[in-house]
């Protein structure tokens, strides 16, 4: 009788042991990625490619026309040119290595490298919800008080709230990552996504995810909540503002100065929200979920250079000049 409880007290302690190594031991994490034919991939493959070589181009160019060209030289356009930086480097993040992913159908990354790429997508999110809360303050003030626009967004001003937005974005993702990196991860570290994103590593975790649910809340605020409060506020002013223009021409003009930001925040909004505050159950990332995910990624920083492009007669005047010039340039020489 007591060697049975002997043998039974240390196969106990075999098992305590290894679940402790398991857990020691979790530093890779692997991507399911995309769980198709090898035909399906590669046509993903070469089309989130080209998606992703558009967005780099797109995005480069709405920041060398408005650093280049002196009618951009607007607070607008500034902060239009802040967020294609945002947009350059938020599926640079994400994309090279979900290509990747689709061409080994499925790819591992070590925990470091999962919580840096969770760091900069944190931060760089966090960013773009802090800057068009920002621009639409700026077209607030645009709309709402004409005369005092000048004084009001000065340079010195704008640079203010672009630097407080970057510094703002990468501090709280830094408090997001070191909360979230000091968590045991356990079992077979499978995520079910095409990167490191909270909600999946969430799941993961064997620890206690109190802290970082109450953390999500709270943070949500500065984030979410209050972005989001500020731009409806802004916009009623907005709108409001402009029914009592007088003259037809000049409420087209104004709507037409708003409706691309108002455009950018929807597609953006909406698209986190989906994913964020109503989120799937478990770990299976079904279909409207991966292409949430990929809209807000992949297409969004794509889109937001050709709808402020192709609805702004300024940026459209400016790129026409600047192709000019360069024609007049090769003529010469």
Not at 51 to 71: A, E, M, R
Not at 182 to 195: D, K, L, Y
Request: charged fraction near 10%.
């Amino acid at each position: 009788m007591l060697e049975d409880e002997v043998e039974e007290y240390l196969k106990e302690e075999e098992n305590t042991c290894a679940h402790e190594k398991n857990l020691t031991e979790a530093t890779k994490f692997f991507f399911a990625g995309f769980q198709s034919s090898q035909i399906s991939r590669i046509f993903i493959f070469c089309f989130l490619l080209v998606i992703y070589w558009g967005t780099i181009c797109g995005n480069l160019l709405i920041i060398t026309l408005v650093s280049t060209s002196k009618i951009l030289h607007t607070p607008m356009y500034f902060f239009i040119s802040q967020l294609s930086i945002g947009d350059l480097l938020l599926p640079t993040d994400i994309v090279p290595n979900m290509l990747h992913i689709l061409l080994n159908n499925g790819a591992t990354i070590t925990f470091i490298g999962c919580m840096t790429q969770l760091y900069f997508f944190c931060a760089l999110e966090t960013f773009e919800c802090l800057l068009l809360t920002v621009m639409s303050y700026d077209r607030y003030v645009a709309i709402c008080n004409p005369l005092r626009y000048s004084s009001i967004m000065t340079t010195a001003y704008c640079m203010r709230l672009a630097v407080i937005s970057w510094l703002l974005g990468f501090s709280i993702a830094f408090i997001e990552t070191i909360t979230i990196s000091v968590m045991t991860f356990c079992g077979p570290n499978i995520i079910n996504h095409f990167f490191c994103d909270l909600i999946p590593l969430v799941e993961l975790a064997c620890s206690d995810t109190y802290s970082i649910e109450m953390e999500g809340y709270i943070l949500s605020f500065p984030v979410v909540v209050i972005p989001i409060t500020i731009i409806i506020i802004s916009y009623i002013n907005i709108i409001a503002t402009i029914l009592r223009f007088q003259s037809r021409i000049g409420r087209q003009k104004a709507f037409s100065t708003c409706s691309s930001h108002l455009i950018v925040v929807s597609i953006f909004y909406c698209t986190l929200l989906g994913v964020y505050i109503f989120p799937t159950g478990g770990q299976t990332l079904n279909i409207p979920k991966l292409t949430l995910c990929l809209f807000y990624t992949v297409f969004t920083p794509l889109f937001n250079p050709i709808i402020y492009s192709l609805r702004n007669k300024d940026i459209k005047d400016s790129l026409q000049e600047t192709i000019n010039k360069n024609v007049i340039c090769s003529n010469i020489t």
